[in-house]
C-alpha cells in the first residue's frame, strides 16, 4: 500500500529529525557528527547497487538527504 509506505516514511523521517535535534540540543552529537551520520546515511543510497528503478528510488533519497544537510535542518542554529 504506497499509503502506508509513505506514511511511515514521513513519520520515520520526523522521528529522526527529532532525535537528532535532542541529541544536539542534549550535547550527545555535536553538529559535526549529526552532518556525518546524514552525510553517511545519503552516500549509503547514493552507492547502491540495483535495477534500474531500485538506483533512482536510492538516488532521490540520497537527494533529500542533501537537501536536510543544505537546508540544516537537522540542526537548531541560533537566529542571526
Do not use: K
Amino acid at each position: 500500500m504506497p499509503d502506508q509506505t509513505e506514511h511511515a516514511g514521513m513519520a520515520a523521517l520526523s522521528i529522526c529529525e527529532a532525535l537528532l535535534l535532542a541529541m544536539n540540543d542534549h550535547g550527545l552529537l555535536p553538529e559535526h557528527e549529526i552532518v556525518g551520520v546524514l552525510r553517511d546515511a545519503a552516500a549509503t543510497h547514493e552507492n547502491v547497487i540495483g535495477t534500474e528503478g531500485e538506483v533512482l528510488e536510492h538516488q532521490a533519497v540520497a537527494a533529500m538527504i542533501n537537501r536536510i544537510i543544505a537546508g540544516g535542518n537537522s540542526v537548531r542554529r541560533p537566529h542571526a
